[in-house]
């Protein structure tokens, strides 16, 4: 009211005195000082937006002179002179001054909203970043090892050692590379099992017939082992075939993808995502830069569209969103540990209900070549 009476003394009997001042068409520089200046002086007003709109009397430089004056620097002073050449001196005078003008009030109003939203950053709790305790020794043998390959490429066995270390529940497995082997195998991992064909070639694996399931016996292991290298060669006959992953089956659990991929500005850029039609179909993923707290973690999750299906919805039971934060985690110190690995993706990562574990089901890592640090 104060200032609302102050302005009443000082502008036409027209103008208005409310929120927007309205100085009126034909103002001169002396009005928007005067408008500026009680603005300012008022306590509950944080911002100050002036707006020109040129008529046949308005004197841009000289009002433009006035407002930059009249700006004590206590509170930020957006200017939007509109009308092109006409107020070319006017915005130049506001540059000069070291006042932000704008083509139209919506670019000032949406610069006024990235300054709020930038202080509320920095005025942010500190960020604390939990270190898991891990083998870090045995995951810098795995590469050490995999670079003197030549090969950048790490396929499911060799990315799952390396999640073993960084404390992640992966399934029993072994490599096996003759049908002997993998039915002696068979029974000390455990029915069902799953079975994987392993080369640096076959990226999707079930494209080509390189995955079967559900097997409960060792001749159904046997049988799976002998035609899944007859389609592989026949369908892939170049590929190199390391063997097949023969891996307990997992139980059934909500399927969701857990990634990371290096940016060469920025670093290590996580991506979490649910499985199926929601990252294939819907696109539905969330990323953030690494390392990440466990608050960003659940932000991820938070991110998708499809967050509600997490929590359980129709009586359905949620997930253990707490294990996925985690696994986001844990993924941050790793590959923040290791600058060599520029991509990591665990699909399917399976989430059990609240306080079940949740397993790494499949997993694959490129290193970086030469692995540069």
Known sequence: PDTAESLREKLPAAASVGNPIDVLGDAGPDRYAQAVEAAQSDPTVDAIIVILTPQAMTQPLETARAIAAGANGRKPVLATFMGGTDVTPGREELVAANLPDYPSPERAAAALKAMVDYAAWRRRPPRVVTRFPVNRRRVDRIISRQLRTGRGYMGEARAKEILRAYDFTVPEGRLVTTVEEARDMAPRIGYPLAMKIVSPEIIHKSDVGGVKLNLNSPQDVADAFELMMLRIG???????????????????????????????????????????????????????LAPITQDEAMQMLMGTRSYTLLTGVRGEEGVNLAAIGEALQRISQLVTDFPQIEELDINPFIVGAPGQDSVAADARIQLREGGAR
């Open 234 to 288: 026949r369908n892939m006959p170049d590929a190199t075939l390391e063997g097949v992953y023969l891996e307990h089956m997992v139980p059934k659990g909500r399927e969701v993808i857990l990634g990371m991929t290096r940016d060469p500005q920025f670093g290590p850029m996580l991506m979490f995502g649910l499985g199926g039609i929601f990252v294939e179909v819907m696109k539905d993923v969330t990323f953030h």
